[in-house]
């Protein structure tokens, strides 16, 4: 496994790091009690605090793709790694994330840092598992915005086992960018179910958990990753996070 962000990051104070500009914080950092933290794009379309998924951390291939896209329509990413994928990435090996309500703990001590002192609060997201923990601390502390990527709506072959109980309690923006046959919530599947007036889906044809779509849909996954991508930032745009 590779490092993330990389050996070169610089080591910083959570408290020098939450009075920097969006711009001053480009780069790669090891922020002091808590893990790396890589900056990247110039925020003209708003800042992300983007979190990833269950088995595959920040150097995955899709995390970075869609790090880079948002980037290039102007979307600040600010992206973390969970304690528990900085071990997986020390020891060489795979091991299960922790409760999500753990995960939800260390994703309010991020944001907390990451909260500019007169900037407001900040847009939440991620990938999939990361994209949960985000919609749960959304659904009790106030942030300006959600964009899940692959939400989890129930886990593959249990749909059931719905993950909405605590989406009433949201009341801000919300963005789902979803892939027509996500295996954790398809496009039948999620159009079935009964979401809050400001939650907003759209559907990225044919794209799986990881927005690849068939061959024989005639599109690839860069492509659909930059569609998602614009449609994060217009919608970002749209509720006011440009700073």
Not at 24 to 41: A, C, M, S
Not at 58 to 83: N, W
Not at 177 to 195: A, K, M
Not at 226 to 234: F, L, S, Y
Request: include cysteine.
């Amino acid at each position: 496994m590779s490092d993330f962000p990389s050996k070169a990051a610089l080591t910083i104070d959570p408290a020098q790091l939450r009075e920097r500009e969006p711009k001053e914080r480009l780069g790669n950092w090891f922020v002091e009690g808590l893990g790396p933290l890589e900056v990247k794009g110039d925020g003209s379309s708003g800042c992300l605090l983007i979190a990833h998924g269950a088995g595959a951390g920040q150097q995955s291939p899709y995390m970075s793709r869609i790090r880079e896209a948002l980037a290039q329509h102007g979307v600040q990413t600010l992206a973390i790694e969970f304690a528990y994928m900085q071990r997986m990435q020390r020891e060489g090996r795979r091991r299960p994330p922790p409760r999500i309500d753990l995960l939800v703990e260390e994703l309010s001590q991020w944001c907390d840092i990451l909260t500019r002192p007169e900037g407001g609060n900040p847009w939440l997201g991620g990938k999939s598992m990361g994209g949960r923990a985000a919609s749960l601390l959304a659904a009790n502390e106030e942030v300006a915005g959600l964009v899940l990527c692959g939400y989890p709506f129930h886990p593959p072959g249990k749909p059931e086992r719905l993950r909405l109980s605590h989406w009433p309690s949201i009341g801000c923006p919300t963005l789902v960018v979803q892939g027509s046959r996500d295996p954790f919530g398809t496009r039948e599947e999620v159009e079935g179910y009964t979401l809050a007036e400001g939650v907003k889906v759209h559907w990225l044809a044919d794209g799986d958990h990881d927005w690849k779509p068939r061959r024989s849909s005639g599109q690839s996954q860069a492509e659909l990753i930059d569609e998602g991508a614009a449609v994060i930032a217009a919608f970002m745009r749209t509720h006011g996070q440009v700073q």
